[in-house]
């Protein structure tokens, strides 16, 4: 038998100088593997912090926990003045309780959900609200947060209903024969589309009257017109 050249006590210290090695090279590579998680996470922070849409994360009770700098802009409410509340601070009544239901059973069920809200800002004025919702579950997949990315569309949905419009009320012109049919068609449309009780249209120079004719319709379709 070969013998070894280290005494037991010998061995023994060699032993446990090998355990400590094993004990720092593990600690170390933890470390190194915490400072890049550290690092990871600083990085999006930042992202967040400074991301051109809106952020909002909410408790598994829908308690919002944290808004970046564009949910204030946005909005018109502080981090402090929306923290621990609730979402529906920003609603207008503008939809029915029905979408909101289908909204909480779809991240409920844990997947993502899309879609439009009109919502109001701290100072009353709407604005049309494009969210994404995503559910974030721990290892044991129980839902403990949600995830809103929220964008303000409120300039490209009036573009596209201000375009809907004006196609609208062209194909309506098509069908006219005379100039007092479209000025007709001009006005009702143009009434409807800012929401107003009356509306009129003069033809002509109003700094050389007389005008070659006035066309008025109120919000019940009756006209007044000379």
């Known amino acids: 038998l070969q013998r070894s050249i280290f005494s037991p006590e010998e061995q ?10 094993s004990q720092f090279i593990d600690r170390w590579q933890t470390q190194v593997q915490l400072r890049q998680i550290h690092e990871e996470i600083r990085k ?3 992202a967040v912090e400074q991301s051109a849409s809106a952020v909002m994360i909410t ?10 700098p564009k949910f204030t802009q946005m909005t018109g409410y502080s981090a402090e003045e929306v923290i621990s509340k ?3 601070i920003l609603k207008s009544g503008e939809r ?3 979408e909101y239901k289908k909204l909480w059973e779809t ?25 994404t919702i995503s559910p974030v579950t721990n290892t044991q997949g129980v839902v ?9 569309f409120t300039d490209r949905k009036l573009q596209e209903e201000l375009r809907n419009a004006v196609l609208m009320l062209s194909a309506e012109i098509a069908g006219c024969e005379t100039e007092d049919a479209i000025c007709r068609v001009v006005v009702e449309g143009i009434r409807k589309r800012m929401g107003v009780d009356r509306c009129w249209l003069f033809l002509g120079d109003p ?5 070659r004719g006035t066309y008025g319709t109120d919000m019940h379709g009756n006209t007044a017109d000379e």
């Open 96 to 98: 029915g309780p029905e």
């Open 44 to 46: 999006l922070s930042r």
């Open 207 to 211: 700094e050389n009257p007389p005008f």
């Open 86 to 88: 609730n979402p529906r």
């Open 12 to 21: 023994e210290l060699l032993h446990a100088i090998s355990d400590r090695l």
């Open 59 to 68: 408790d598994a009770n829908g308690n919002i926990e944290y808004v970046n």
């Open 107 to 131: 991240i409920l069920a844990g997947h993502e959900w899309r879609g439009e809200f009109i919502n109001r800002k701290k100072n009353g004025e709407l604005y049309w609200d494009f969210s």
């Open 144 to 152: 403990t947060h949600y995830v809103a990315v929220k964008e303000d």
